[in-house]
C-alpha cells in the first residue's frame, strides 16, 4: 500500500474504508472513506489511540473534518503516535446530523506500528470456493491485510486476486495424483497443504514421501494441519522433517489444542526446538504459547495466521478474526522489524514471494 517518492498518488482500492500509510515516517496516515455516509454534505473522522479494547467513539474525541475528492472518496490526514508505542488507531465516521458508520457496532482498528511493516500476510486462509472467499476477503479488507496464502484446490478461486497466493488443498496421500500437484505448482500454487486428521493418515507413513520430494525439487513449502492426535502429532511432524531435512514444513496451527489438551502448543514447540525446517503457525495457539515459541525459536520461525474464516462455533470465529490477532501481536514486545519478519515478512521468505501493493 506503501508509495514511494516519485510514483504515482496513492489511489484508494477498499470500500468503504482504506488508508495510505506512505506518510508513516512523518508519523501520518491518511485515511479515505466512501462507505454509506459519503452522500452526506460534511463528514467528520472520529478518531482514538489505546492499548485497550471497547471504545465509544461517540463521545467526545479529537475529530477531524474530511474533505470531499473528485473520486467520491472523502479523505483526512490523521497524525499518529511515533514508532514503537504500538497504539490501536480506532475510528469511526459522521454526518452533520450524527449519523454513524463505525463498522457495524465494531470500529475499524489497527495497531499502528503493522502499518509501518513493508506487508501484512495471513499466511493461512481457506478460500476452496467463492462461498469461503467472500468472508476471508471481507476480513482482509476491514484490517488492511495486504495478502494471503489460500488453501484450495481450484485455481480459478484464486486466480486473477493479486491479494490471494494459492497453497494447494491435497487430497488423502493414497488418493492423491503427484501428477495433479505438479500441475498445480506449475499453474501457479505456492506450496502443498494435507489435512492428517481430517483425512485420516498419519504424517509419518511412506505415502506422503512423494509429495515431499515434489516439495523439495520445487523448493515450496508443505503445510500440514497439526494436532495432538493419531495422524497429525508434531512428534511425527517431527519424524518427517529429520528425515527430509531440506523440505520445509510449515506446522499450522501449532499443535493445536481443542479436546486433546494444550500440550500439542508445547509438542510443537519442542519439535521444532529439534528441526529447523519446522515452522509453526499461529492460528488456534493461546497466546502465550505463541510467545513462548517466539522466546525459544526466535520470531523467524513463526508465522501470522488466522485459518480465517473457519470456527466450529461462533466464539471459535471471532477467535480468528484479525483483531483479536493483531491486539496480542502488538503486547509481544516486539521490535519494528521482528513485528515485520512476524506479520509478514516470515511468510514471504518461506513462500518465496516478492512485494505486493
Not at 521490535?335 to 512485494?355: C, E, M, P, T, V
Request: charged share 25%.
Amino acid at each position: 500500500m506503501s508509495e514511494s517518492a516519485g510514483r504515482n498518488p496513492f489511489a484508494p482500492q477498499r470500500v468503504p474504508v482504506d488508508i495510505d500509510r506512505s506518510r508513516i515516517g512523518e508519523n501520518i496516515l491518511t485515511l479515505f472513506y466512501r462507505g454509506k455516509l459519503a452522500g452526506a454534505d460534511r463528514l467528520y473522522l472520529n478518531y482514538a489511540y489505546s492499548r485497550t479494547v471497547g471504545e465509544d467513539l461517540r463521545e467526545p474525541e479529537p475529530e477531524i473534518e474530511m474533505s470531499r475528492r473528485p473520486d467520491e472518496y472523502w479523505q483526512a490526514h490523521v497524525p499518529v503516535p511515533s514508532a514503537g508505542d504500538a497504539c490501536n488507531l480506532l475510528f469511526a465516521f459522521r454526518n452533520l446530523r450524527r449519523e454513524w458508520d463505525d463498522n457495524a457496532g465494531r470500529k475499524w482498528k489497527f495497531c499502528v506500528d503493522l502499518f509501518r511493516v513493508p506487508e501484512v500476510i495471513d499466511a493461512h486462509v481457506h478460500a476452496h470456493n467463492g462461498r469461503q472467499l467472500a468472508p476471508v476477503a471481507t476480513r482482509m479488507e476491514a484490517y488492511f491485510v495486504d495478502r494471503a496464502l489460500a488453501v484450495t484446490p481450484d485455481a480459478e478461486v484464486v486466480r486473477g486476486n493479486p491479494r490471494l497466493l494459492g497453497v494447494y488443498f491435497c487430497a488423502p496421500p493414497a488418493e492423491e495424483d503427484v501428477g495433479r500437484v505438479r500441475a498445480a505448482l506449475d499453474q501457479g500454487f505456492v506450496g502443498i497443504k494435507f489435512h492428517p486428521s481430517a483425512d485420516r493418515f498419519r504424517v509419518d507413513e511412506t505415502q506422503i514421501h512423494k509429495f515431499v520430494e515434489l516439495a523439495m525439487e520445487r523448493d515450496v513449502p508443505l503445510q500440514f494441519h497439526s494436532a495432538a492426535d493419531a495422524y497429525g502429532h508434531p512428534k511425527m511432524l517431527l519424524k518427517l522433517a529429520l528425515k527430509f531435512p531440506r523440505a520445509k514444513i510449515h506446522m499450522v496451527h501449532m499443535g493445536m489444542h481443542i479436546s486433546w489438551g494444550r500440550h500439542g502448543h508445547e509438542e510443537a514447540i519442542r519439535a521444532a526446538k529439534q528441526a529447523q525446517n519446522l515452522y509453526l503457525g499461529m492460528s488456534w495457539a493461546e497466546f502465550p504459547w505463541v510467545e513462548r515459541a517466539i522466546t525459544q525459536l526466535g520470531v523467524e520461525r513463526v508465522l501470522f495466521e488466522t485459518d480465517s474464516p473457519i470456527g466450529v462455533t461462533a466464539e471459535d470465529d471471532r477467535r480468528h478474526e484479525y483483531r483479536a490477532y493483531f491486539n496480542n501481536m502488538q503486547v509481544l514486545n516486539l521490535s519494528l522489524g521482528q513485528l515485520a519478519k512476524l506479520a509478514g515478512g516470515n511468510a514471504a521468505a518461506l513462500y518465496r514471494i516478492g512485494g505486493g501493493a
